[in-house]
C-alpha cells in the first residue's frame, strides 16, 4: 500500500536554528515527491518536486532532498514567517493518467524570535 | 495572474443536505482535482478531472460527485451530508502532462 509518513508531528526552533523534517515513503513507482507548505486555514502552496534519488532543489532558506526511501525538508536559520505546517506528496505509478497526490500528516513547524 | 480560486469560503449545512463546491483553475489548466482535509491530517484525493471526463476517483462513496465544465471550472456535490464530512475541501489544477498541482483556498464546510 503506498503511504507517506513524516516526522516530527511538531518542530519548535529558535530563530536562526537550523533543522531537518523527514518524509519516508512507501511507494509503487514514484512519479514525483512534492513539498507544499500551508498556513492555517489556507491551501497548501507548492514548493518543490523531486523524480530521482540524489536530486536536491533550493528554494531561500528550504533544500529538499531525495533518497529512494525517504525525502528531506533542511531549513536553515529559519525566521518567524517559516512557521507553517509542511506536507510532503508523493504520486504514484503503476499505470493510469490519474494525477493522485497521496499526502502525509505534516510537519508543524513554529520558529520563535 | 490569478490563482485557483473557489466558492464559497465558508459553508454551514445540516445532516442530510446536499452541498455544491465550485472551482475555477488557473487560466490554461485543463486538469482539475478534488482534495478533502480533516483537521490535523494531510489532504486524501476524490477526484481527478481532465477534459471534462473523469481521470481518478479516490476512496469515497457515491454520495460524492464531481464534472467539469467546458471552461475546466468544476463542481464538486455532496449529496445527503454526515457529521464525517466537516472539512477543508481543496480543489487543485495543473498543466496537461504536468506534474505539479497548485491548490486554491479552500471551502470549509461545516456539518451540524
Known amino acids: 500500500e503506498d503511504q507517506v509518513t513524516q516526522s516530527p508531528e511538531a518542530l519548535r526552533l529558535q530563530e536562526g536554528e537550523s533543522s531537518s523534517l523527514n518524509c519516508s515513503y512507501t511507494?509503487?513507482?514514484?512519479?514525483?515527491l512534492f513539498w507544499y507548505r500551508q498556513d492555517p486555514g489556507k491551501g497548501p502552496e507548492f514548493l518543490f518536486t523531486?523524480?530521482?534519488a540524489g536530486e536536491e532543489k533550493e528554494k531561500e532558506r528550504l533544500k529538499a532532498t531525495l533518497t529512494k526511501k525517504e525525502s528531506f525538508l533542511h531549513i536553515t536559520a529559519p525566521k518567524p514567517e517559516d512557521s507553517a505546517t509542511y506536507l510532503c506528496a508523493v504520486r504514484p505509478g503503476g499505470g493510469g493518467a490519474t494525477n493522485k497526490l497521496i499526502f502525509g500528516t505534516g510537519t508543524l513547524l513554529a520558529v520563535q524570535p | 495572474d490569478a490563482g485557483v480560486t473557489q466558492s464559497p469560503t465558508h459553508l454551514i449545512k445540516t445532516r442530510g443536505q446536499q452541498v455544491t463546491l465550485r472551482c475555477s483553475p488557473i487560466?490554461?489548466?485543463?486538469?482539475v482535482s478534488w482534495y478533502q482535509q480533516v483537521l490535523g491530517q494531510g489532504p486524501q484525493f476524490i477526484f481527478q478531472?481532465?477534459?471534462?471526463?473523469?481521470?481518478g476517483r479516490g476512496n469515497f462513496p457515491d454520495r460524492f460527485s464531481a464534472r467539469q465544465f467546458p471552461n475546466y471550472s468544476s463542481e464538486l456535490n455532496v449529496n445527503a451530508l454526515l457529521l464525517g464530512d466537516s472539512a477543508l475541501y481543496l480543489c487543485?489544477?495543473?498543466?496537461?502532462?504536468?506534474?505539479?498541482?497548485?491548490f486554491g483556498p479552500g471551502t470549509r464546510l461545516t456539518v451540524t
Open positions: 487560466s490554461g489548466h485543463k486538469s
Open positions: 523531486l523524480y530521482s
Open positions: 511507494v509503487s513507482g514514484l512519479r514525483g
Open positions: 478531472y481532465y477534459e471534462k471526463e473523469e481521470r
Open positions: 487543485a489544477s495543473s498543466l496537461q502532462g504536468a506534474v505539479e498541482q497548485y
